[in-house]
């Protein structure tokens, strides 16, 4: 048995059938390479020599895999991702991020670094085999998580007890001011009519 037929069977454990791949890059020589690469028959393979033309065939043909070139013409790999990351039926796709700068492909997407697989140029096959494996892993990892259901926060249920308790404290604490405004008031008022006696008597 062939290497190449080795990896072919190991890989097509992983995968479907017929599954569509796409390899963005705008190096033919780069897309020949990475064609020839993939398992024979386990693909169909989609190419585009750039940003623009890839964005365009992944929302036509949905890949279940993309292979792309990070620095590009037109469009570059990044805005790739970001155009894929704004809609949830794009951002769960596996994919290989392909580039010779790899510290700069870091920079740009720390973030996703933990989502796609990246693959430095010039690549082996079995180094560009296992990261499909391994960006295939990562999709149906998020791919679960994007379709479990958000939980629900409890809501907290007040201490009803604690609650009637503390407003018939407060009601009592404002009985208990009214009646004693209440009682300074009439205490005011009983003055009040002390002093009107005196005056008039005092008139008179």
């Known amino acids: 048995?062939?290497?190449?037929?080795?990896?072919?069977?190991?890989?097509?454990?992983?995968s479907m059938a017929s599954q569509k791949v796409l390899i963005i890059d705008d190096g033919k020589t780069?897309?020949?390479?990475?064609?020839?690469?993939?398992?024979?028959g386990a693909f169909e393979v989609l190419e585009a020599k750039d940003g623009v033309e890839g964005l365009t065939l992944i929302r036509q043909e949905r890949p279940n895999l993309i292979l792309l070139d990070f620095f590009m013409p037109r469009m570059n790999g990044w805005e790739v991702l970001e155009q894929m990351q704004a809609q949830p039926e794009l951002k769960t796709i596996p994919l290989v991020v392909m580039s010779?700068?790899?510290?700069?492909?870091?920079e740009r997407i720390p973030h996703l670094m933990e989502q796609l697989e990246f693959i430095e140029k010039p690549f082996e096959q079995k180094a560009l085999i296992d990261?499909?494996?391994s960006a295939m892993a990562k999709a149906r990892v998020k791919h679960s998580a994007a379709a479990q259901p958000q939980p629900i926060a409890p809501v907290a249920k007040a201490p009803v007890g604690d609650e009637v308790?503390?407003?018939?404290a407060e009601i009592r604490a404002l009985n208990e001011k009214t009646a004693k405004?209440?009682?300074?008031?009439d205490n005011l008022?009983?003055?009040?009519?002390?002093i009107m006696a005196f005056v008039k008597q005092r008139l008179n």
């Open 165 to 168: 308790a503390a407003l018939k």
């Open 181 to 185: 405004m209440q009682a300074e008031f």
């Open 1 to 14: 048995m062939s290497s190449e037929i080795g990896i072919a069977l190991n890989f097509n454990k992983i």
């Open 100 to 106: 010779g700068r790899k510290q700069e492909v870091t």
């Open 30 to 40: 780069i897309r020949m390479q990475v064609r020839d690469m993939l398992p024979k």
């Open 189 to 194: 008022k009983k003055q009040m009519n002390q």
């Open 131 to 133: 990261a499909v494996k």
